[in-house]
């Protein structure tokens, strides 16, 4: 599979192609697919929407831990947290993978629950739109309410919270 997609990167004629070869290429771990994203990039690190499709699509991966490789895009030169459409790029797409977002052992929740305390201090209404992906936590399996709702409790009691984040919050803690 993964030959067939990097035969199809290689040989795109528009972004389109290029662009659903490299989702299917980020799906697999290994050097290809890191070896594929840094030409990508590379080709495209000038167009901001391309490059917040890039964010996207290697947030939404479900290669197992991705929530590891996520933070590490928090550090990339091109990503920056005060940016909204950065962040709706990176973290949502994220939120997007049932595999990481909804993790056995939580770290995708006690990630997003780290990014929207961080946000709130920047732009409450991006942190209230994030903190909305725990709105559903009473739809998950016993060991995920637990965790998602540990987040949730987290995220009411530190200090400073903005109204925005604080509305959302707690109308998904009282669902």
Not at 14 to 24: G, M, P, V, W, Y
Not at 62 to 78: D, Q, T, Y
Not at 132 to 138: N, V
């Amino acid at each position: 599979m993964t030959e067939l997609a990097l035969h199809e990167y290689n040989t795109a004629t528009n972004l389109t192609e290029q662009s659903a070869a490299l989702a299917a290429i980020a799906q697999n771990p290994g050097k290809t697919r890191d070896d594929v994203l840094a030409d990508f990039y590379s080709k495209w690190q000038h167009d901001f929407l391309v490059v917040n499709k890039w964010f996207a699509l290697q947030a939404m991966s479900n290669v197992p831990g991705n929530v590891e490789n996520v933070r590490n895009l928090l550090n990339h030169p091109a990503f920056d947290l005060r940016n909204p459409n950065r962040v709706y790029s990176l973290i949502d797409g994220f939120r997007g993978s049932p595999v990481n977002f909804h993790a056995k052992d939580g770290s995708g929740y006690k990630f997003l629950a780290e990014i929207v305390l961080q946000l709130d201090k920047l732009n409450p209404q991006v942190a209230s739109r994030t903190v909305s992906a725990f709105s559903t936590w009473r739809r998950f399996d016993g060991s995920r309410q637990k965790l998602a709702k540990a987040q949730l409790e987290m995220i009411m009691s530190a200090n400073g919270l903005s109204e925005n984040v604080y509305e959302i919050a707690s109308k998904s803690l009282a669902a």
